[in-house]
């Protein structure tokens, strides 16, 4: 919620959009607080899986006007990939859609089509790779997470924004279904399809509220950048079997070169099958098993996350894994890499006292503007950002060399405005300047 008077609930969705749903109860008139949204005003679409029906799609969407909602469903935990599995749109005058993405595999002609619409998604950052792959990708977007953040709504997830500020009740119990099923079930569908019903009615509302607070630049600048880097490679993190759960508690380059050897081992399985890393094998599994560095199947299998059917099949992988891991000599086993920018925070007091002092009064000043601008502290600039920063200050402390620096990380100008005087006032150290 903000703070002030909060938005109030709608009578009904915008006269202007797709036409009125029943309206929603006064939520001071003693009734039930939301009306469950249980089914789309025009009925749950069937999933377009032709190229015949893509075209037609294609042509209505074209033909529709305003924003146009999008969302897209993924398996996260299932599958392998991050890819859609449906993709799910509206727009007035158009209706709703759903879209089946493994037999059609590419919208570039629906991306034409809806080239110089405005997109409206929510958390679109999880979305917008998954769309880029399909050659689905927005020229301007209006995030209704995003948007909710700026305006300073404790409760940003689409359910909760819905209710409070429509009305209305969103069930979210297949947010987490395996979407690669096929057929996808009727109920799953019409939850997808409510996933859009209401997006452009939030967004008009929250557009609203971004210009009452005076934040529609600044959202303007978070909107611009997510659609700079909608089609950007995901980063390739270094080394990504050291993010695996509960490695700290494997001692030495040996063990920890069992872990590698299984992840890796692990990893190619996964993708040839198509399915989550940790369905195949847990980490815990793999922790377990650098730890004990078992010699034969007899001793593997004891291991807890050994015994399964499926991953006793592929003892051999496992094993061999081992040995390979056993066999190599000091010079190949995993060293630290060094870190890029600073260390870990907890770290900052022992390793140099006036850096963790820095941060601590650069931490002060983030907190208590965000306060002041009713952000989060996190949207108001990254904190990777103003770790960066006072680990290593500019030669020359002043708003125009902080600014720069943020700038040069990644912070946007609005950012940059509200903090970067401030930042550069108490990065000096007060006992060196007294």
């Not at 991050?82 to 629906?110: C, I, K, N, W």
């Not at 998604?121 to 399909?134: K, M, N, R, T, Y």
């Not at 939030?202 to 529609?216: C, M, P, T, Y």
Request: charged share 25%; proline share 9%.
């Amino acid at each position: 919620m903000t703070d002030e008077a909060p938005l109030r609930r709608r009578d009904s969705p915008d006269t202007a959009g797709d036409g009125p749903h029943a309206v929603p109860p006064d939520p001071n008139s003693g009734g039930p607080a939301a009306t469950p949204l249980t089914a789309p005003r025009d009925g749950t679409p069937r999933p377009v899986e032709t190229a015949a029906e893509l075209a037609d799609v294609v042509s209505r969407m074209a033909a529709g006007t305003g924003p146009v909602a999008v969302d897209a469903e993924r398996a996260s935990g299932y599958r392998y990939t991050q890819r859609a599995y449906l993709v799910q749109l509206r727009r007035a005058g158009a209706g709703t859609v759903l879209l089946d993405p493994l037999p059609l595999d590419d919208l570039r002609t629906l991306d034409t089509a809806l080239a110089e619409a405005e997109w409206v998604l929510h958390a679109a950052s999880q979305d917008l790779p998954c769309l880029a792959e399909l050659g689905f990708r927005p020229r301007r977007l209006f995030d209704t997470e995003l948007a909710a953040r700026l305006a300073g709504f404790e409760r940003v997830g689409l359910a909760a924004l819905t209710e409070q500020l429509l009305g209305y009740s969103l069930e979210k119990h297949h947010s987490a279904a395996d979407w690669s099923t096929r057929p996808l079930p009727e109920s799953w569908l019409t939850y997808a399809a409510l996933d859009v019903e209401l997006l452009t009615d939030l967004r008009d509302l929250l557009s609203a509220e971004l210009d009452r607070q005076g934040k529609s630049a600044w959202a303007a600048e978070e909107f611009a950048a997510l659609v700079a880097g909608a089609d950007r490679p995901p980063r390739v993190r270094p080394d990504p079997w050291r993010r695996t759960s509960g490695i700290h508690r494997v001692r030495g380059a040996r063990a920890q070169s069992r872990v590698r050897a299984l992840w890796y081992a692990r990893d190619g399985v996964a993708a040839r099958r198509d399915s989550a890393p940790g369905r195949v094998l847990p980490d815990s599994a793999i922790v377990a098993a650098a730890e004990a560095d078992p010699k034969d199947e007899r001793t593997l299998l004891g291991i807890p996350g050994f015994g399964g059917r499926s991953v006793r099949r592929l003892a051999r992988i496992w094993l061999d894994a081992l040995d390979q891991a056993r066999s190599l000599p000091d010079d190949a086993l995993p060293v630290n890499q060094p870190v890029e920018g600073p260390p870990p925070p907890h770290r900052w007091a022992e390793r140099d006292p006036v850096a963790a002092a820095r941060l601590a009064r650069c931490r002060q000043v983030v907190v208590g503007t965000a306060e002041q601008h009713n952000l989060p502290p996190e949207n108001l600039i990254s904190p990777d950002f103003i770790r960066r920063l006072a680990w290593s200050p500019p030669d020359e402390v002043t708003g125009q060399t902080v600014g720069d620096t943020l700038r040069g990380f990644g912070a946007r100008n609005w950012q940059v405005a509200l903090i970067a005087d401030q930042i550069a006032d108490v990065l000096p150290d007060p006992a060196a300047t007294a």
